[in-house]
């Protein structure tokens, strides 16, 4: 199947003329082009680069407080040990 997929393919891609295959080319840069300039994916891609430095903030601040969490935690148990081997 796959060898069938891919003389398909290149059956497809000898069956285009150059100027078809240039005139796509063309075509897909002008899109892309057009993408890339339109104002509305230049807000998203700012949206998402705010949202991204947001969310590291929020993370940032749950793994500081996570820290000191776990530290009291250690010293908790540290303290827990230490009082049962002074019993024993």
């Not at 897909?28 to 994916?41: E, H, R, T, W």
């Not at 590291?56 to 303290?79: C, F, P, Q």
Request: aromatic share 2%.
């Amino acid at each position: 199947m796959r060898a069938f997929t891919i003389v398909l393919l290149a059956l497809a891609c000898v069956a285009c003329s150059k100027a078809d295959m240039h005139q796509t080319s063309h075509d897909l840069k002008s899109a892309a082009s057009d993408i890339k300039n339109d104002p509305a994916v230049k807000k998203l891609g700012t949206d998402v680069k705010v949202a991204a430095k947001d969310a590291g903030a929020e993370i940032k601040k749950g793994a500081a407080a996570a820290k000191v969490e776990l530290r009291k935690a250690g010293s908790d148990v540290k303290h827990t040990v230490d009082d049962d081997n002074k019993k024993s």
